[in-house]
């Protein structure tokens, strides 16, 4: 629960479901959100009567809490014309600015994190890396999700990277639900099946992912011979070279570009 307001600059997909997570707290007095996207806005107004709509120097003046959720390039016209205070606490929900530039954008605030958040945040339930932790995000994220609070910006970088295999997993079921039709299943049937396929893999593990793999991998059976066949073929040595790419990109002019260790700290929401 927080007793103050929390302003939310850049209201696009991210923006909006991170507005709805918020407002999912009865405590929350107001949440402040900028007129980016008229229609996410509109509905978040519709939502909950304590969203109000203002502009970015506005929010700043409500709230000691500010959410950025803006893409880079934009947060790089709109924060320079904003003057930030000491009281202030900066969250950026930001994939491509790293914690110098933010600094330097932000300057007068008194303390800054980002923090890895998707659009699923908005019904609660995620794992969500931060780095570095401050008390802000416990109060806004902590009571519904589990914090990974990663121990350098590298880190936190590397869980950014591997976000970028999303699409990728999605469409391996976009495959299979084709395959099926192709073999003569009616269309939604196949989409139905290859969904509930891959949400039963996801709730059937349990224990570690190679553990998980193990399970449903008899041997000798259909599920080795496939993934033999995706490993002869260098799907997993492509994977890691493309992860690589994507660590770059977020990296590039920020931080050294050498692979990072992953070890974390992580702690359990509460």
């Not at 507005?19 to 107004?45: E, F, H, K, W």
């Not at 205070?85 to 930001?94: A, K």
Request: proline residues 4%; contains cysteine.
């Amino acid at each position: 629960m927080t007793e103050h307001a929390v302003g939310i600059v850049g209201v696009g997909r991210l923006g909006e479901a991170v507005a709805s997570a918020l407002l999912s707290d009865s405590g929350l007095p107001a949440l402040y959100v900028t007129p980016r996207s008229s229609d996410r806005v509109a509905r978040l107004v519709a939502q909950d009567r304590r969203v109000k709509v203002a502009e970015p120097r506005v929010v700043l003046h409500h709230c000691d809490v500010v959410l950025i959720a803006l893409g880079a390039a934009d947060a790089r016209d709109v924060l320079p014309e904003l003057e930030f205070e000491s009281r202030h606490r900066i969250v950026s929900l930001m994939a491509e600015m790293g914690l110098s530039e933010l600094d330097s954008l932000t300057e007068a605030a008194g303390h800054r994190c980002r923090l890895l958040a998707l659009p699923s945040v908005a019904g609660g339930g995620q794992t969500l890396p931060v780095h570095p932790r401050i008390p802000a995000v416990d109060a806004l994220f902590g009571k519904t999700n589990t914090l990974i609070a990663a121990e350098t910006e590298e880190q936190l970088i590397a869980f950014w990277s591997i976000t970028a295999l999303l699409s990728s997993i999605i469409m391996v079921g976009e495959v299979a639900a084709e395959w099926l039709e192709r073999s003569g299943v009616e269309a939604t049937t196949a989409e139905i099946y290859a969904r509930a396929l891959f949400a039963d893999v996801q709730s059937s593990v349990t224990g570690s992912l190679k553990a998980g793999a193990q399970k449903v991998a008899t041997p000798g059976g259909l599920n080795v011979m496939m993934r033999q066949r995706l490993t002869d073929a260098g799907l997993s040595a492509e994977i890691e070279r493309g992860l690589d790419q994507v660590y770059r990109r977020l990296t590039e002019g920020e931080l050294s570009s050498t692979r990072p260790s992953c070890s974390v700290v992580l702690d359990g929401g509460h």
